[in-house]
C-alpha cells in the first residue's frame, strides 16, 4: 500500500518544491507516457476527460493553452474538437514524446518548454486555459492565477480539475496549507518508479485565491464515472466511495 506523508510546508520545503518537482517527473516521465497511451488509466478514460471536454460543448475553434500539459493526451482531444492548442509544460522528456506523435499526427499543437507560472505569451491570448491536475502540483497556485489572468481574454474562462481536498486528507489537517507526499503512483497494477507529491488547500482558499486573482467563479462540479457503473461494477464501486476530484470553472471579471 502507498504510504502517505503529511508536511506542513518549512521555508525550506517551499525552497525545494521545484527541484523535488523536476526529480520526480524525471523519473516518472517514462511511466506516465506508458499509462496514458495504453490507456491504462481508468480515471482519465472514464471520469476526468469527460468532466473537461464537457465545459467545452458547443464551442467552436477557440483558443486553448493546457497547462501542465504531460505527453499532450488532453491537448490532443482538444485539437481533434478542432480548437486551436498550444500546451506547456516543465518536463522536458514528457514535452519530447508528446512532440515526436505530434510529428505523426500533424494536430497543430504547439508544445512548449517551460512553467506556466511564467510564460511568454501576449497579453489576453487565450480564450480557455485547462489545467488538468497540476493546479495542486505547485508551491504557490497564486502565481499561476496571476499569469492565466495576464493572458487570458476578457470574459475567458480556466478550467481546474485536481484531488478533492475536502476528502484527500485527514480531517485534523484539513485547514492547513500542506504537502501531501504518496510513495508511488498505482494505476493498473503498474508501481511508478518515484514518490510523488502536490499541495493541499482548504476549498475556501481555492476560492478565496481565484477571487482575489480576478476571476468569478462560473461552476463547481464533483466528476465522477455514472452511477449505474459505480453500483455493477465491483472496481468502481471500491475506489469511488467519496468524491476524488473536483472541477472549478472560472471567468475573467
Known amino acids: 500500500m502507498s504510504r ?6 518549512s521555508k525550506k520545503e517551499i525552497g525545494n518544491w521545484h527541484k523535488e518537482k523536476n526529480k520526480e517527473w524525471g523519473k516518472n516521465a517514462d511511466f506516465w507516457v506508458k499509462i496514458i ?10 471520469v476526468t476527460n469527460k468532466a473537461i471536454l464537457e465545459t467545452l460543448k458547443g464551442e467552436k475553434n ?29 518536463c522536458p522528456n514528457l514535452i519530447k514524446a508528446a512532440e515526436k ?49 495576464r493572458i487570458i481574454k476578457k470574459r475567458g474562462r480556466i478550467i481546474l480539475l ?3 481536498p475536502c476528502f484527500e486528507i485527514d480531517p485534523k489537517k484539513y485547514f492547513q496549507k500542506i504537502k501531501i507526499e504518496k510513495s508511488y503512483y ?6 511508478s518508479p518515484s514518490p510523488y507529491f502536490y499541495l493541499h ?14 476571476f468569478l467563479i462560473e461552476k463547481i462540479k464533483e466528476p ?6 459505480i453500483k455493477k461494477d465491483k472496481w468502481w464501486k471500491e475506489k469511488f466511495k467519496k468524491p476524488l476530484f473536483i472541477l472549478i470553472s472560472a471567468v475573467k471579471k
Not at 4 to 9: H, K, R
Not at 62 to 90: N, Q, V
Open 62 to 90: 477557440i483558443k486553448i493553452l493546457d497547462s501542465g500539459c504531460g505527453e499532450g493526451y488532453l491537448s490532443r482531444l482538444l485539437a481533434k474538437m478542432g480548437h486551436r492548442t498550444w500546451a506547456i509544460d516543465f
Open 201 to 214: 488547500l482548504p476549498l475556501s482558499e481555492w476560492i478565496e485565491l481565484l477571487s482575489k486573482s480576478g
Open 186 to 191: 498505482l494505476v493498473s497494477g503498474i508501481k
Open 162 to 164: 485536481f484531488l478533492h
Open 4 to 9: 502517505t506523508i503529511y508536511q506542513s510546508l
Open 101 to 149: 506523435l505530434e510529428e505523426k499526427e500533424l494536430l497543430g499543437i504547439k508544445y512548449l518548454l517551460g512553467d506556466f507560472q511564467k510564460t511568454n505569451f501576449p497579453a489576453s491570448f487565450f480564450d480557455v486555459i485547462i489545467s488538468h491536475q497540476t493546479i495542486n502540483e505547485i508551491k504557490k497556485p497564486e502565481m499561476a492565477f496571476k499569469e492565466f489572468y
Open 37 to 46: 497511451r495504453k490507456n491504462l488509466d481508468p480515471y482519465r478514460l472514464k
Open 224 to 229: 465522477h464515472p455514472p452511477l449505474n457503473l
